[in-house]
């Protein structure tokens, strides 16, 4: 039998906002679970009431084209992006794919024609059985096409051979950084293939940005300033790959 220890984590938030929370769980001793920065459930992440209540006193009240996420979403201005004046982003900091679902009325309210869905690499390093995320997964997706709107799912993204390697050298020098992130990345192929087939089958768009935006089965380090998030270099390859899907449907 493996021996449990209990650990506690303190979890620094690498993005637009300086907040911290603590976790603690039990993990084997041979399989420590480390999760790298950014990787609140919804539930405990303070930047989701935050941008609920912004939600809830924005003016605009219709928008076309919803980009629905998490940090990645959160970190561009699509209208300016994309070249267009009707598309709203509904990105959370650190939030995980049942926040996305838990969220979705304010999604329904602003009546979109469209909506483009990407996470679950939050949810994959705070160890989210990918089942769970999937099953989150198709309630939104059901959700929009009940509703008329079209869905689009974009691949979950690999994180960097690199990410949160200052924190897990600080916190667990015994792990190999580049390792334990190709680990998580197997199992964000899993959800891939998982949305991937689901899109097949139900014909649905999905956009596979990994192909365009990796190398190695790691994020090419040359898009990204910190392992998981993009510059500039890698909102232009995404954005094209929305361009086009937004042109066939003549959106």
């Known amino acids: 039998m493996k021996k449990k220890i209990r650990v506690n984590i303190l979890f620094p938030i690498a993005s637009l906002f300086l907040f911290m929370a603590v976790s603690?769980?039990?993990?084997?001793s041979a399989n420590r679970r480390v999760?790298?920065?950014?990787?609140?459930?919804?539930k405990k992440n303070v930047n989701?009431?935050?941008?609920?209540?912004?939600?809830?006193?924005n003016k605009i009240k219709q928008a076309d084209i919803v980009m629905l996420g998490n940090s990645l979403t959160h970190g561009a201005n699509w209208n300016e992006l994309l070249g267009r004046k009707s598309v709203i982003e509904r990105g959370i900091v650190s939030d995980v794919v049942e926040g996305f679902y838990h969220r979705m009325s304010y999604v329904y309210k602003l009546n979109p024609k469209i909506v483009f869905v990407l996470g679950g690499l939050n949810d994959i390093f705070s160890w989210v059985p990918v089942?769970?995320?999937y099953k989150y997964y198709v309630k939104i997706i059901n959700g929009l096409?009940?509703?008329r709107i079209i869905p689009v799912i974009q691949s979950t993204l690999y994180a960097g051979k690199s990410w949160g390697k200052a924190w897990i050298k600080k916190n667990h020098p015994e792990l190999n950084v580049a390792k334990y992130n190709a680990g998580r990345n197997d199992e964000v192929d899993k959800l891939n293939r998982m949305l991937?087939?689901?899109?097949?089958v139900n014909k649905i768009d999905f956009i596979d940005l990994n192909p365009l935006m990796s190398r190695g089965h790691y994020l090419k380090?040359?898009?990204t300033y910190d392992g998981v998030h993009l510059k500039a270099a890698g909102y232009k390859i995404w954005a094209k790959e929305v361009d086009k899907v937004l042109r066939k449907h003549k959106l």
């Open 24 to 28: 603690s769980f039990t993990v084997p």
């Open 145 to 147: 096409k009940s509703r």
């Open 196 to 200: 991937k087939n689901f899109a097949r």
């Open 48 to 57: 989701y009431q935050h941008e609920i209540d912004l939600y809830k006193i």
């Open 131 to 133: 089942e769970e995320i």
């Open 221 to 223: 380090p040359e898009l």
């Open 35 to 42: 999760a790298p920065p950014d990787t609140l459930l919804y």
